[in-house]
């Protein structure tokens, strides 16, 4: 009989990055992007984006949002 063995849950915190990608280029940016660019912790972002304080993602890769750069860019000018 084969047992299975229990590996403890992760947390998944989502944590700043910055950018890879300048934003007068093309691209996607991730959450973490954001966190990064914004200065702001996960929990301000999420309740931002419910009030209206950030842009609403443009798309979404598999269940991750995305951000045009674009997006990004028009938002922070």
Do not use: C
């Amino acid at each position: 009989m084969h047992h299975e063995v229990n590996s403890p849950r992760r947390s998944v915190r989502t944590r700043a990055i910055p950018p890879q990608i300048q934003l007068d280029q093309p691209g996607r940016l991730k959450v973490g992007n954001l966190l990064a660019l914004f200065a702001v912790s996960a929990a301000t972002f999420y309740a931002g984006l419910k009030t209206g304080r950030y842009p609403p993602p443009d798309g979404r890769d598999g269940r991750s949002p995305y951000w045009k750069t674009s997006t990004v860019r028009a938002f922070l000018e």
